[in-house]
């Protein structure tokens, strides 16, 4: 049940400023706070992987990866698609509740989030993977 919240989570990360594991900041009015991350699953995921790898080779791995590796993996573990993830991110040191606003809305026409995610070089079927 892990895996579609990860890809979701690695999804709204991407779509903000990048690849970058900003969504997994807490604080107030941080990305992780915003109205459309609220129902987002799987950051004790990520906490533990990180708190994992920090013991056995600390500061090598960033969030961004280990969140981007999570997604990819939990869906590969699930028989689902996999993919090549170059690794390396730097992971982001801001994160504002505002630039949740790139992220597509329920709300939003289907010709809209299909600009916001061509704009991403995602298609038709991206969005119904990960929008539904």
Do not use: Y
């Amino acid at each position: 049940k892990i895996a579609p919240g990860l890809l979701r989570m690695h999804f709204h990360d991407c779509f903000v400023q990048g690849c970058d594991g900003s969504i997994l900041i807490s604080g107030p009015n941080t990305e992780r706070t915003a109205g459309a991350n609220f129902n987002l699953r799987g950051f004790e995921v990520i906490d533990d992987a990180k708190r994992q790898l920090e013991a056995a080779c600390p500061g090598v791995v960033s969030c961004a990866d280990i969140l981007t590796l999570a997604a990819r993996d939990s869906i590969a573990l699930t028989k689902g698609q996999s993919w090549q993830v170059p690794t390396g991110r730097r992971d982001g040191r801001v994160s504002l509740a505002t630039n949740v606003n790139n992220l597509p809305s329920p709300s939003d026409s289907v010709a809209i989030q299909q600009r916001k995610f061509a704009s991403f070089r995602l298609n038709t079927r991206d969005l119904v993977a990960l929008v539904g």
